[in-house]
């Protein structure tokens, strides 16, 4: 049994070991296998870690591969659109060349034929190559999308439908017309700036340099948004090109870029924003009596009344009252006060007893003067900290904006034979060692300058009427005139004396041009001389040591300025710093003073009426409801501005400002009185303060809430201008009338002033008993300040850039007009309190004791409670303002003996507030009687403060600027007509470039020229008209005085010189750089050479240029040193545009004429390669469209397909010519 237990217990020895062995096997296999699986999870991790990477690393891969396949495509694009504009402009010189070709041969057999010889033209013309219904293909039709306006976008989604845009027979049957009108619109019309990083772009993509325009490009870790910072983008000039740019922002437009638009603009913007601000502080400080009106106190919390009249003087709480003696006739235009009812006297008779209607709300309390003093008082500080605000914005947008003003003078009375714009250089120059950069000399012949004006239309309205390619010739014409005026019936003489047709305007053509040879053959006298120097220092300098008064001037006190700075020796001259170019109205320049004075002081006159007119207009519209009178009112302030402008137009101003005004004041006073005044005068006094659609609270917010709608709808909306842009341009006659209709709405600083000082006015008048109008003024202001900055970036036209002088006009005058209001108007509404005509009686009647129900004059019934020894009222005139009571300053002694209404409060705070306004009066005349003190003192001594720092910059240097142009605007073309020769005149002092014509095209000078043929009438052409000089700085082209100048390219259409960049317009095409360094290493145009050559499109050797700029001006023949360019024979054939600088729509610069268009330096003589015909070369020229338009009647003046002369149109008598003409 031992031995078995032994056995037993090493066989259980033995089994416990082998199961501890196989235990810690299996430990071990674990720990083995937990660590192999650590291992594996590691390996794992590290596996997915590099997975991860590597895919990340792909898909950054394929966004940045695919980040370059898009600028490349985007840069692919942009090059073949240019490779695209540049095969057009080939095509159209090819197409040019061989019209060419055959206008030559068609004025050769002309002149072969013709036996009447035309005089030499020392100008060649201005030769049209389109028909004037032929569209023109703008440079911007290819503008993004997102870029452009909603208009725009609209009118490319609806242009496609017939009922948008005609199709078949219309001039413009496949649209581009008008594309490229609304690229008109938005490029010329609308403001836009430089886009820096969309040039720095541009230029990236075409592989140029940084160097060669640094001045856009990013420095290096510069945040390209920094570029366009606040303050900081360039105004581009209407219809710029050659850089990129962009509509500026309607909401993010910083104000300190306001001024971009003229200092009148930013003055605008400033001044309506600090306003709104000026408002809303004084609303705050009227929270006291806003909360005491809209108080259980004062009216029982205002029930039932409308949450924008919460918190003003408007009553609820009256009770009717005995008033034994009130008079019937008192209470016409308020029957609802007066009620009565009958009883029986004990004596059995009936009794009328008499109630009136008394107001129990007492709003002349202390508190509520005083914090209406307050409010007093902060306007007051703030008008006084609103004008040295808006001094320190003038320097800041001075200093800003770089213009024509900050470097010119202008001098008021220039010797009357003075007219040579090189003694003027001569005097300045020798007295002051300063450079003349420009000087422009005018005379009077604003009579010549007008008829001129009137001929151009004339000829483009018979352009417009008569059939596309149909040839010309007078006797025709005149044959078609008879014919017309013989076949009309009484409804074509009507259409006739509505729209002349062409008998008419051939008729009225005759007579311009016999009264042009008229006036052309005057003597005409300097009337202003403006000159603009190189840098602001010199102008300042001139001015500081040449300032005198008007009057000094006038009386040529020789003994008030310095000897030496006499003009001849003997003339003391007025010299003044000169208005911007675009406010000088070049027509009204030598109208004397008293003449100015009577125009003024008839459309004066004229506005007084209408304002008596629609006063009254108002008084009986407001008999049917006070919402009438309202909207009334409202349409009246809307519509008045355009009676005004009417009326300002014929007026005499020599600039805008003087116009602008004038326009302030007619329209000032007019808001003033008719939306103010007016509304007071026509409610019953009793009327103030109780509720009703018809009383006076209750009518001054339906003015507010009716001129904030419909003011700001109809401005936003724009009807006439979106109808005159989607209905009247896609059915115009031609291009040129298709871009006009995209001109824009007009607009005019002036009005604008006169809506924020109405609005002003309105809130100071009745800021006493509505304290609240002036948070519905502040969120007014704010509205008007962002709907009239979308208005002038979206729809309006350019206007002139009038400078300070109407913000100051309206800050000094009619500012402190307002605060004189509100101090002397406040005093009488306090003093009016409770505007119900009754003065209480120290007895009581006891007829009265009881419960009554009583009947208004209304019919109304209501009950009546009077209490025992109630004392009972009687009528009394509250109303102590102008009238029969009237009292200032108004004081408690106004109120008649046994007559008082006011409390004893309200008597203090009324003698406080009278001695208030008087002392607010006084210093109001006081600044007023300063004023014209200071303007007397100027007449006889000027003074002279500079606005801003000199910047330092050079007038040549800065790009966008303008100089002293004469110029008038007519409603036939989309720009302005030039009242003086500018062939001496370089490109770049042109605020307007029109892409299609040349300057020249505009020139009226050549149009007397083609009247007054041959050399003894030279002379007199050149005494007809005023004279401009440009003489740039170190120029080629710069002459000694005496020495005669020499002619620039005014046909260039671009202000960018062709030197003025190392790269070409073709080379960023094909992304080579030529140099334009040497000006001459091209060879010159060849008209019956390829077209190809010299445009690199055959791999000529020769640079690439610019082929606006080759477009320009070629060279006649070669000369030799020192002698005068050949003269070129003119066509032997007549041509009434010979020499007229009249052509057709969408001209192109005519590249086969020679010195006018000359824009070679003096030193660069033309090539051999000239355009010879026979041994004389041909400077005038004509091409036919071929297009065709469908005929209607054969009577139909429009569709003439004759042809006529047009020697009719140049003097009556002169010889017919066989030649005839093609007008397209």
């Known amino acids: 049994m031992e ?84 095969k057009k402009l080939a095509e159209m010189e090819k197409n040019a060349a061989v019209q060419a070709a055959e206008a030559i041969a068609e004025i050769e057999e002309s002149a072969e034929s013709s036996t009447t010889p035309l005089v030499e033209s020392k100008r060649p013309p201005v030769v049209s190559r389109r028909g004037i219904k032929t569209y023109q293909e703008s440079p911007f039709l290819d503008d993004p999308f997102n870029d452009m306006t909603y208009g725009r976008r609209i009118a490319l989604k609806l242009q496609n439908y ?38 720095s772009r541009k230029n990236a993509s075409v592989g140029l340099d940084d160097d060669d325009d640094d001045d856009w490009l990013y420095s290096p870790g510069q945040n390209k948004g920094s570029q366009e910072r606040k303050g900081d983008l360039q105004r581009a000039e209407p219809g710029e090109s050659e850089s990129p740019t962009k509509l500026y922002s309607t909401l993010s437009t910083p104000l300190s870029q306001m ?26 400080i009227n929270l006291p009596n806003i909360l005491y009106f809209a108080s259980d106190v004062y009216s029982a919390n205002q029930p039932d009344v409308n949450f924008l009249l919460k918190g003003s003087a408007l009553c609820t709480e009256q009770v009717w009252v005995p008033c034994p003696t009130c008079p019937i006739d008192k209470y016409e235009n308020s029957r609802d006060r007066i009620a009565g009812t009958t009883t029986v006297t004990p004596d059995g008779e009936l009794q009328t007893l008499i109630f009136a209607m008394k107001n129990t709300c007492d709003g002349a309390t202390m508190n509520v003067g005083i914090v209406n003093l307050a409010t007093l008082g902060f306007i007051m500080l703030a008008t006084i900290a609103l004008s040295a605000y808006q001094k320190r914005k003038v320097v800041e947008f001075d200093e800003q904006e770089q213009t024509a003003q900050d470097y010119s003078i202008e001098i008021s009375n220039p010797p009357k ?90 008729d009225r053509l005759t007579v311009l041009n016999q009264k042009i040879q008229g006036l052309a053959q005057q003597n005409y006298r300097a009337t202003k001389v403006f000159c603009t120097f190189e840098t602001e220092s010199m102008q300042r300098d001139i001015i500081s040591e040449m300032k005198v008064g008007p009057m000094t001037a006038h009386m040529n006190s020789v003994h008030a300025i310095n000897p030496n700075l006499l003009f ?58 006070a919402a009438y009178a309202a909207l009334a009112i409202s349409f009246a302030n809307s519509l008045f501005p355009i009676v005004a402008k009417i009326l300002t137009n014929v007026e005499w101003h020599a600039s805008e400002t003087g116009k602008q005004c004038s326009l302030f004041v007619k329209i000032a006073i007019f808001r003033w009185v008719v939306t103010a005044i007016v509304i007071t005068i026509i409610t019953p006094f009793t009327s103030t303060l109780t509720r009703g659609p018809d009383h006076l609270l209750q009518s001054i917010w339906l003015i507010f ?95 002139p850039m009038v ?120 210093l109001v005349c006081a600044v007023f009687a300063y004023r014209i003190f200071r303007l007397f003192q100027k007449l006889f001594s000027a003074s002279y403060k500079p606005a801003g720092s000199d910047q330092g910059m050079h007038f040549s240097e800065v790009g966008t600027i303008s100089s002293y142009i004469p110029q008038v605007k007519s409603e036939q073309f989309t720009y302005p007509l030039l009242a003086v020769n500018v062939d001496y005149v370089g490109e770049s002092i042109f605020d307007w470039s029109d892409p299609a014509r040349s300057h020249s095209y505009y020139d009226l000078t050549r149009d007397v020229e083609q009247l007054l043929k041959g050399d003894e009438n030279e002379e007199t052409c050149y005494r007809a008209f005023g004279q401009i000089r440009h003489w740039p700085p170190n120029g080629p082209d710069a002459v000694e005085v005496g020495e005669k100048p020499r002619r620039r390219s005014s046909l260039r259409r671009n202000k960018e010189s062709a030197y003025k960049r190392n790269v070409s317009w073709s080379s960023k095409v094909t992304c080579k750089t030529y140099s ?69 729509a969408n001209q192109q610069t005519d590249p086969f004429y020679g010195e006018s268009q000359n824009q070679y330096d003096g030193h660069d003589q033309p090539s051999e390669n000239s355009l010879q015909t026979g041994g004389s070369s041909s400077t005038s020229s004509a091409y036919a469209d071929n297009s065709s338009e469908g005929s209607d009647s054969g009577d139909s003046e429009e569709d003439y397909g004759g042809s006529f002369s047009e020697e009719s149109q140049t003097t009556a008598g002169t010889s017919a010519s066989e030649g005839s003409r093609h007008i397209t």
Not at 440 to 455: F, H, Q, S
Not at 1088 to 1104: C, E, K, L, V, Y
């Open 3 to 86: 031995k078995d237990c032994e056995d037993r217990v090493a066989e259980l020895d033995a089994e416990l070991a082998r199961v501890e062995t196989d235990r810690e096997r299996a430990i071990r296999l674990q720990l083995e296998a937990a660590a192999k699986a650590a291992e594996e999870s590691a390996r794992k991790q590290e596996v997915e870690e590099a997975a991860r990477l590597a895919l990340q690393k792909l898909v950054q891969e394929r966004q940045e591969k695919s980040q370059e396949i898009g600028h490349l495509t985007e840069r692919e694009e942009q090059l073949k659109n240019e490779l695209e504009r540049t």
């Open 162 to 199: 017939s009922w948008y845009q005609p199709r078949g027979t219309h001039w413009d049957f496949n649209g581009l017309g008008l594309q490229s009108a609304w690229a008109h619109f938005e490029h010329s019309v609308l403001p836009r700036y430089i886009s820096k990083a969309l040039a």
């Open 259 to 284: 001024g971009d638009f003229g200092l009148g603009v930013g003055l605008y913007f400033s001044s309506l924003r600090a306003i709104a601000l000026i408002s809303l502080v004084a609303g705050l």
């Open 417 to 506: 034979d003075a007219t040579e714009p090189e003694e003027w250089k001569k005097f300045f120059e020798s007295r002051f060692g300063v450079h003349t950069t420009c000087c422009t000399v005018t005379i009077d012949n604003d009579l010549l300058v007008k008829a001129l004006a009137e001929r151009r239309e004339v000829l483009h309205q018979i352009e417009e009427k008569i059939k596309e390619g149909a040839a010309a010739n007078s006797l025709s014409l005149s044959e078609y005139a008879a014919k017309v005026e013989h076949r009309r019936g009484l409804i074509g003489y009507i259409k006739s004396r509505i729209s002349p047709g062409i008998p008419e305007l051939v």
């Open 568 to 625: 001849r020796g003997e003339i003391v001259l007025d010299v003044r710093e000169a208005e911007e170019p675009s406010t000088i109205r070049w027509m009204d320049l030598d109208v004397s003073w008293s003449n100015k004075m009577k125009q003024l002081s008839v459309t004066t006159l004229i506005s007084l009426a209408f304002v008596v007119a629609v006063a009254v207009i108002v008084a009986l519209v407001r008999l049917h409801g």
């Open 705 to 799: 809430f009716t001129d904030l709608v419909t003011s700001n709808v109809l401005q936003i909306s724009d009807p006439v201008g979106n109808f005159k842009r989607h209905f009247l341009a896609p059915r115009a006659k031609s291009q040129e009338r298709m871009n006009l209709l995209m001109s824009g709405t007009e607009y005019t600083i002036a009005e604008r002033f006169t809506n924020m000082t109405k609005q002003l006015f309105l809130t100071f008048y009745y800021c006493a008993i509505y304290p609240s109008i002036f948070f519905i003024c502040a969120v007014t202001l704010f509205i008007n300040f962002y709907v009239d900055k979308f208005s002038i970036m979206r729809m309006w036209k350019p206007a």
């Open 803 to 922: 400078g300070a002088s109407i913000a100051k006009f309206s800050r000094v005058y009619f500012m402190t007009t307002s605060v004189a209001a509100l101090a002397i108007v406040s005093s009488y509404w306090l003093s009016g309190f409770p505007y119900d005509n009754l003065c209480a009686d120290n007895t009581s009647h006891s007829a009265y004791y009881g419960n009554w129900q009583v009947t208004d004059g209304n019919g109304q019934t209501s009950s009546a409670v009077v209490e025992p020894n109630q004392r009972s009222y009687h009528f009394c005139n509250q109303y102590i303002g102008p009238g029969q009571n009237f009292k200032f300053p108004v004081s408690p002694d106004a109120q008649p003996s046994g007559s008082k209404w006011m409390t004893s409060s309200q008597e203090q705070l009324v003698g406080i507030y009278g001695i208030v306004s008087a002392v607010v009066l006084g």
């Open 1076 to 1144: 334009k360094d040497v000006p001459m290493t091209h060879e010159s145009f060849n008209a019956n050479a390829s077209t190809n050559q010299g445009m690199n499109f055959d791999g000529h050797a020769a640079p690439i240029f610019d082929p606006h700029t080759q477009n320009e001006a070629r060279g006649f023949g070669k000369q030799n040193e020192g002698e005068a360019p050949p003269q070129v024979s003119p066509p032997q054939h007549f041509d009434q545009y010979h020499n007229t600088g009249v052509d057709q």
